[in-house]
């Protein structure tokens, strides 16, 4: 049950239309600028992390596809523009923010009810079934539960409407390793399919390394690397050196290095396994080492390019 689950994001990659377009997104406070030009198009069926360190601009991002806030450039979501249509667009997406708060006061059961007659899209028995799959009572008041029963009622809300796009930002933050599992697992069986996308943004990098199909790395408000998964495993290296003298003489130059303990450890864009291993053990980077040696070749603003091959992203 578990390989299934993990394999099924990139068994649905699709080539279908745009969910959300965004194309030179710029957003400024005072004279500051958080998001430089950002271009960015998720289409049906894609799981994109939106990563970067802190105050990178990723939650200004989300806060524009949101209509939360005022920016330039040109944002499209399922055909709505977010600030004008906003009433309209919401119909069909939902959010899940780390800050998102339910009254203390009010029953699991009453939460219930409350959505049910206040969104058109809403599905009872739905949030029911999930709920089941829990230890959350339906009869407690949320001030009992604990931030992981309320991350789980949260939940079953959200994927308890039936939309299109599901927005997340640091959704399992404060939550314990188990329920942050579950609440991915949960999140694959009850809501994804070809037809939907959802958009993440968390700082647990690995943690949702096995669900993505795509990936957009942001640095100081700008786009430094986009690209599908199944590419980047196929661009990046990581090469143990051996031999120094060798890396020098064969001209290829790493993007990253890192030593540690006596050991030399490079990672290659663009070069195969069989160019490389002459230099040394050749392995494949994981996600979370790919993300920090962009961000750190970023701070140069020597920006990775994106694949020619990535049709999903812009």
């Given at each position: 049950?578990?390989?299934?689950?993990?394999?099924?994001?990139?068994?649905?990659?699709?080539?279908?239309?745009?969910?959300?377009?965004?194309?030179?997104?710029?957003?400024?406070?005072?004279?500051?600028?958080?998001?430089?030009?950002?271009?960015?198009?998720?289409?049906?069926?894609?799981?994109?992390?939106?990563?970067?360190?802190?105050?990178?601009?990723?939650?200004?991002?989300?806060?524009?596809?949101?209509?939360?806030?005022?920016?330039?450039?040109?944002?499209?979501?399922?055909?709505?523009?977010?600030?004008?249509?906003?009433?309209?667009?919401?119909?069909?997406?939902?959010?899940?923010?780390?800050?998102?708060?339910?009254?203390?006061?009010?029953?699991?059961?009453?939460?219930?009810?409350?959505?049910?007659?206040?969104?058109?899209?809403?599905?009872?028995?739905?949030?029911?079934?999930?709920?089941?799959?829990?230890?959350?009572?339906?009869?407690?008041?949320?001030?009992?539960?604990?931030?992981?029963?309320?991350?789980?009622?949260?939940?079953?809300?959200?994927?308890?409407?039936?939309?299109?796009?599901?927005?997340?930002?640091?959704?399992?933050?404060?939550?314990?390793?188990?329920?942050?599992?579950?609440?991915?697992?949960?999140?694959?069986?009850?809501?994804?399919?070809?037809?939907?996308?959802?958009?993440?943004?968390?700082?647990?990098?690995?943690?949702?390394?096995?669900?993505?199909?795509?990936?957009?790395?942001?640095?100081?408000?700008?786009?430094?690397?986009?690209?599908?998964?199944?590419?980047?495993?196929?661009?990046?290296?990581?090469?143990?050196?051996?031999?120094?003298?060798?890396?020098?003489?064969?001209?290829?130059?790493?993007?990253?290095?890192?030593?540690?303990?006596?050991?030399?450890?490079?990672?290659?864009?663009?070069?195969?396994?069989?160019?490389?291993?002459?230099l040394g053990p050749v392995s494949t980077p994981s996600l979370a080492e790919i993300f920090i040696?962009t961000v750190s070749k970023s701070s140069t603003k020597e920006h990775i390019p994106t694949s020619?091959?990535?049709?999903?992203?812009?």
């Amino acid at each position: 049950m578990v390989e299934s689950i993990i394999h099924s994001p990139h068994l649905l990659e699709t080539s279908m239309s745009a969910l959300i377009s965004i194309v030179d997104l710029n957003k400024k406070y005072a004279n500051k600028s958080v998001l430089k030009n950002i271009s960015l198009e998720v289409k049906a069926g894609q799981i994109l992390g939106l990563l970067g360190p802190n105050g990178a601009g990723k939650t200004t991002c989300l806060q524009s596809i949101l209509g939360l806030t005022s920016f330039s450039g040109s944002i499209e979501v399922m055909g709505y523009n977010p600030t004008k249509d906003r009433v309209k667009m919401l119909n069909d997406l939902a959010y899940i923010s780390d800050v998102a708060i339910l009254p203390k006061w009010l029953k699991v059961e009453q939460s219930i009810h409350y959505m049910s007659a206040s969104h058109p899209k809403f599905n009872e028995d739905k949030a029911r079934a999930f709920l089941a799959k829990t230890n959350v009572n339906l009869s407690s008041k949320i001030k009992t539960l604990s931030k992981g029963m309320i991350t789980q009622v949260h939940l079953a809300l959200i994927l308890a409407i039936d939309v299109k796009i599901l927005v997340l930002d640091e959704p399992t933050l404060g939550l314990d390793l188990l329920t942050r599992r579950q609440f991915y697992d949960h999140l694959l069986e009850d809501f994804y399919n070809a037809e939907k996308c959802i958009l993440i943004t968390t700082h647990q990098v690995e943690e949702i390394e096995h669900i993505l199909t795509d990936i957009a790395f942001i640095q100081d408000g700008e786009l430094v690397l986009s690209d599908k998964i199944s590419q980047l495993q196929q661009r990046f290296r990581i090469v143990i050196v051996t031999d120094h003298k060798a890396v020098i003489d064969s001209a290829y130059t790493p993007i990253y290095t890192h030593s540690q303990m006596g050991v030399t450890s490079m990672m290659f864009d663009g070069h195969s396994e069989e160019q490389l291993a002459k230099l040394g053990p050749v392995s494949t980077p994981s996600l979370a080492e790919i993300f920090i040696a962009t961000v750190s070749k970023s701070s140069t603003k020597e920006h990775i390019p994106t694949s020619p091959d990535a049709q999903s992203l812009s």
